[in-house]
């Protein structure tokens, strides 16, 4: 089964699964709560971190300064950073907005609408982008994600294996997309200066080493594409190009 095809390292599976599906106030391990901490509060903390600074700067200390207590206070509530990135994804994927589909809508608008609400929340935390790929936590935001993703394709006559594999192909090619941002944003981040400021630094070497006579396909066409871009890579056209390729591939499958 495929959950959407982003998981974290999820340390004790068991106590794992009891965070992910805790009940309400359910919120400590038993040695006594802290007030002012809760699970929630420890989750939300380490979203708002990473999505400021990258998943790095993610630790179980930076999230204690943030809350003003120590990191062994956390350690009562989540017993270390794997449960805790595990616990991250899960409420990021609950807070997802879901595009209800209109009536009588056909299945490109579906997977389309799928595609777009997984490219939003890599918008808002990029981070989600550079977690492990297998071994999804099975929590409550994992299991709804997919329970609504799959409608896409519900219907369609594909078996329900063809249905997992279509999902997990548009959702791969999003995530895909998202990395190749986050790349952007890591090397902007540890070079302290922007792809297009980095670009502009090294354009008189580059322009001598790209040969228009020796490469003239690459000269050619990567010229174009820099000007189509506004720069070397676009995200944005990438995901649009792509996703439109996506879908003509999966309508040799659903289309006949």
Same mark, same amino acid.
């Given at each position: 089964?495929?959950?959407?095809?982003?998981?974290?390292?999820?340390?004790?599976?068991?106590?794992?699964?009891?965070?992910?599906?805790?009940?309400?106030?359910?919120?400590?391990?038993?040695?006594?709560?802290?007030?002012?901490?809760?699970?929630? #509060?420890? !989750?939300?903390?380490?979203? $708002? %971190? @990473?999505?400021?600074? =990258?998943?790095?700067?993610?630790?179980? &200390?930076?999230?204690?300064?943030?809350?003003?207590?120590?990191?062994?206070?956390?350690?009562?509530?989540?017993?270390?950073?794997?449960?805790?990135?595990?616990?991250?994804?899960?409420?990021?994927?609950?807070?997802?907005?879901?595009?209800?589909?209109?009536?009588?809508?056909?299945?490109?608008?579906?997977?389309?609408?799928?595609?777009?609400?997984?490219?939003?929340?890599?918008?808002?935390?990029?981070?989600?982008?550079?977690?492990?790929?297998?071994?999804?936590?099975?929590?409550?935001?994992?299991?709804?994600?997919?329970?609504?993703?799959?409608?896409?394709?519900?219907?369609?006559?594909? #078996?329900? !294996?063809?249905?997992?594999? $279509? %999902? @997990?192909?548009?959702? =791969?090619?999003?995530?895909?997309?998202? &990395?190749?941002?986050?790349?952007?944003?890591?090397?902007?981040?540890?070079?302290?200066?922007?792809?297009?400021?980095?670009?502009?630094?090294?354009?008189?070497?580059?322009?001598?080493?790209?040969?228009?006579?020796?490469?003239?396909?690459?000269?050619?066409?990567?010229?174009?594409?820099?000007?189509?871009?506004?720069?070397?890579?676009?995200?944005?056209?990438?995901?649009?190009?792509?996703?439109?390729?996506?879908?003509?591939?999966?309508?040799?499958?659903?289309?006949?």
């Amino acid at each position: 089964m495929v959950t959407g095809r982003s998981g974290a390292q999820t340390g004790d599976p068991a106590r794992t699964l009891e965070l992910l599906w805790r009940e309400p106030g359910d919120e400590h391990s038993g040695r006594g709560p802290r007030p002012g901490l809760s699970v929630d #509060t420890v !989750v939300r903390t380490a979203i $708002a %971190l @990473a999505d400021a600074e =990258g998943l790095d700067a993610v630790t179980m &200390r930076r999230v204690a300064e943030r809350l003003d207590f120590t990191p062994m206070s956390l350690y009562t509530y989540v017993p270390g950073k794997a449960e805790l990135l595990a616990l991250m994804l899960d409420r990021v994927y609950l807070w997802m907005p879901r595009t209800v589909p209109a009536p009588g809508g056909g299945w490109r608008e579906r997977v389309t609408a799928v595609a777009d609400e997984n490219h939003a929340l890599y918008e808002a935390h990029l981070w989600v982008a550079g977690l492990p790929t297998v071994r999804p936590p099975l929590g409550p935001g994992v299991m709804t994600k997919y329970e609504h993703e799959l409608r896409a394709f519900d219907g369609l006559g594909l #078996t329900d !294996v063809q249905m997992d594999s $279509a %999902l @997990a192909h548009v959702l =791969g090619f999003v995530q895909s997309v998202a &990395r190749g941002r986050l790349d952007v944003r890591t090397v902007e981040r540890e070079s302290a200066q922007s792809d297009a400021e980095w670009w502009e630094q090294h354009g008189p070497l580059l322009a001598r080493v790209l040969d228009a006579e020796r490469f003239p396909l690459a000269h050619r066409v990567g010229g174009a594409a820099a000007v189509e871009y506004g720069g070397p890579y676009s995200a944005e056209y990438a995901y649009a190009f792509g996703l439109r390729c996506v879908l003509d591939g999966l309508s040799a499958l659903i289309d006949v």
